[in-house]
């Protein structure tokens, strides 16, 4: 494979890897979570490190994990001591922990290849330099450790997906059925640590945030289903990474910082033009319903005059204006469109009613 | 003690504690207003936000004046907010994943800016970089000027405001009630707490700055249940902190700045939460053990 490739492969197999659990991130609503667990994870690879004193072995994805789920343990101990709020506990807990660890490798490991610009931006270029031998191949070490927690992350998922569903959806039920939402819940945290500690070394910190709750993010825009959400979330992620890899090498800039924007673009796209929950959607439904209101308004009070003496003065196409207490041009605007959808005519200046604008103002009344 | 000697004699070590002892004693004193509106992780979302705001502002003037840096970033800071808003408002999204989409997303489109502008083949782009974990004692007098002028601004207006942004911390309906215009303050005080943040961005850094704002509020909240207390509290906490970690930072090889200041502040809080009087849990604990239940009186009326 040439290295392009690989890089791409790591690319692609670290944004689904972190996609999955984001999605639940998401719908529990501790999408900071990711925040803090990938902040804080480097604390334990340093710590990890100068106990082994190797800087890629997979030991060290166990101490970071545990970093991780400690994390979320210490800021639900800071928060059960009811003297801070929860938001302000996951804002102390992880810039200190981060920073311990920023100090630590600025001034003790400075020979190793963890410094700030890793911390911050991972060396998903460096990949192919650093392989291992599996089975007789030459693999990029980032896409083995990569796989291996895309494949964890799935086989959790999968397995239980039905206990991940309820839990998150209906935390009652689950409890009265008997699963035990603490498993459930240091159980997606270590899923969450141990894919921010391999995405780390690809993106680093910060943008694994980025992988983690824009795709998911994007996703919920576009369905109400969980499998569904997931896949999305999946596929968002793998096209983020593909142009965030060829938007980074045509202009050779970051391509962690590269694919985060990707991730970004892809959000606001979907915010934009997603069917029924985007922005465009959202802006038509209310303009058609200022017509449809309208036109209703405008049915209701032919019906209301139909047949009766005074119909050629309140139905007049000239004066229904002041009769209804709108402007001039609105009403125009309104008879045209009540007339190009088939709800009225015009006959000798006075405006009549047809079957579908009687069924339409039937209906209004119904309501 | 010879470092606090030097304090006096060596200019270059005075112009970074007068740097980050403004930087704290702003972002500590609206970091309060913050903390109290459950608004913690908006300074997160804000500093990293600030990023891309800082790097364009370099690439539209091609100067690293202090007041382009802050302008530059307080836009983008503010774009952030905006952004938050309307995903929150239009969407079912919730506000920790539209503050983690701003914060990633932002910081991500920094990233690929700051790379860019390292590619420039210009002199003047070293050092965009160290807004990243901050460097105090890369701070020169004209920049502790801007931030003395613009942290006095700050600082005066929350003065002239105090019952108003009180009102709104506390207790907004009575405030709009009153005729206050609730939502123009709250405007203001955003504002307020943006410019603080991106204050702080040149030594904290943009990764950190967000513990600046939480960190010394919530410690000084553990000391008093009154607000002007906890303001001036959190401003001397930030300072503490701030001088603190500056120092050891500008004096000691190899120590980032902005991971220095946040550690001291992170064992003001740990401090704070133990040995507050009242609140404290060793307090509480003796408390207990004498059989007294501790009146422990809110200042958040919720």
């Known amino acids: 494979m040439s290295p392009q490739i690989e890089i791409l492969l790591v690319a692609i197999i670290v944004s689904i890897a972190c996609a999955l659990p984001g999605v639940f991130l998401i719908l529990r609503r501790m999408a900071l979570m990711s925040d803090a667990i990938s902040h804080s994870v480097l604390l334990g690879i340093v710590v990890g490190f100068f106990i082994i004193g190797q800087v890629d072995s997979p030991i060290l994805l166990i101490f970071a994990a545990g970093t991780g789920v400690a994390t979320v343990s210490l800021v639900e101990l800071l928060h059960r001591t009811q003297l801070v709020k929860e938001d302000a506990a996951i804002g102390i807990v992880f810039p200190a922990l981060f920073s311990i660890g920023v100090i630590l490798v600025t001034r ?100 694994v945030v980025a992988l983690m709750i824009v795709p998911p993010a994007t996703a919920y825009l576009l369905t109400n289903r969980l499998s569904i959400m997931l896949a999305i979330s999946s596929l968002v992620g793998t096209i983020s990474a593909i142009m965030g890899y060829f938007v980074a090498a045509k202009m050779d800039a970051s391509v962690a910082g590269s694919m985060a924007s990707m991730t970004g673009i892809c959000f606001l796209l979907t915010f934009l033009i997603a069917p029924k929950r985007g922005i465009l959607a ?32 309140e139905c007049n196409v000239n004066r229904i204006n002041q009769h209804l207490s709108w402007n001039q041009t609105f009403t125009q605007n309104v008879i045209l469109y009540a007339e190009k959808k088939g709800s009225i005519q015009i006959e000798e200046q006075i405006l009549r009613l047809t079957n579908r604008g009687r069924e339409i103002a039937d209906q209004a009344f119904a309501r | 003690m010879q470092i606090f000697l030097h304090l006096f004699s060596d200019y270059t070590l005075r112009t970074v504690a007068i740097g980050t002892a403004i930087l704290g004693i702003v972002s500590g004193a609206l970091g309060s207003y913050a903390v109290l509106r459950k608004q913690s992780l908006v300074g997160d979302a804000i500093s990293h936000a600030a990023l891309p705001g800082i790097c364009l502002a370099f690439l539209i003037t091609d100067s690293k004046t202090p007041l382009v840096m802050i302008v530059g970033a ?96 506390f207790d907004p309906t009575f405030g709009a009630s009153l005729g206050f215009p609730m939502k123009i303050l709250d405007i203001l005080l955003m504002t307020l707490i943006v410019i603080a943040i991106v204050i702080g961005l040149q030594a904290v850094g943009v990764v950190l700055m967000s513990a600046m704002v939480v960190a010394p509020a919530s410690a000084a909240r553990q000391w008093t249940n009154r607000l002007a207390i906890m303001v001036c509290l959190a401003a001397l906490f930030g300072a503490i902190a701030g001088v603190t970690g500056a120092i050891i930072s500008s004096t000691t090889a190899k120590i980032p700045t902005g991971p220095m200041i946040v550690v001291c502040a992170s064992v003001i809080f740990l401090f704070s939460l133990a040995f507050a009087p009242n609140r404290g849990l060793i307090w509480q604990s003796l408390l207990k053990k004498t059989k007294f239940k501790p009146e422990i009186n809110e200042v958040d009326p919720k």
């Open chain 2, 74 to 169: 307080s836009l983008a800071g503010w774009l952030g907010i905006l952004v938050v808003t309307a995903i929150v408002r239009n969407t079912r999204i919730k506000e920790d994943a539209a503050l983690g989409i701003i914060l990633a997303v932002f910081f991500g489109v920094g990233i690929v800016l700051l790379t860019l502008i390292q590619k420039i083949p210009n002199a003047n782009q070293a050092g965009l970089d160290k807004f990243l974990f901050g460097q105090a004692a890369a701070l020169l007098e004209r920049d502790i000027k801007t931030m003395g002028i613009i942290s006095i601004m700050v600082i005066s207006l929350t003065f002239l405001f105090w019952k108003e942004f009180k009102l709104l911390c």
């Open chain 1, 282 to 313: 959202i802006i038509y439904r209310r303009f058609r319903q200022k017509w449809e209101f309208s036109q209703t308004l405008l049915l209701i009070h032919l019906v209301n005059h139909e047949g009766k003496e005074n119909e050629a003065e």
């Open chain 1, 108 to 207: 003790y490991a400075n020979n190793v290849h963890l410094d700030q610009d890793v911390v911050l931006l991972g060396e998903i270029a460096l990949a192919p330099f650093d392989r291992v031998t599996i089975l007789g191949l030459s693999l990029p070490r980032g896409l083995v450790v990569m796989t291996l927690i895309l494949v964890t992350n799935l086989s959790c998922i999968v397995i239980f997906y039905k206990e991940l569903k309820i839990s998150t959806f209906d935390a009652g039920l689950a409890t009265a059925l008997g699963f035990s939402p603490v498993f459930i819940h240091y159980g997606l945290m270590s899923l969450v640590s141990i894919t921010a500690v391999g995405a780390f070394h690809a993106v680093g910190a910060v943008l």
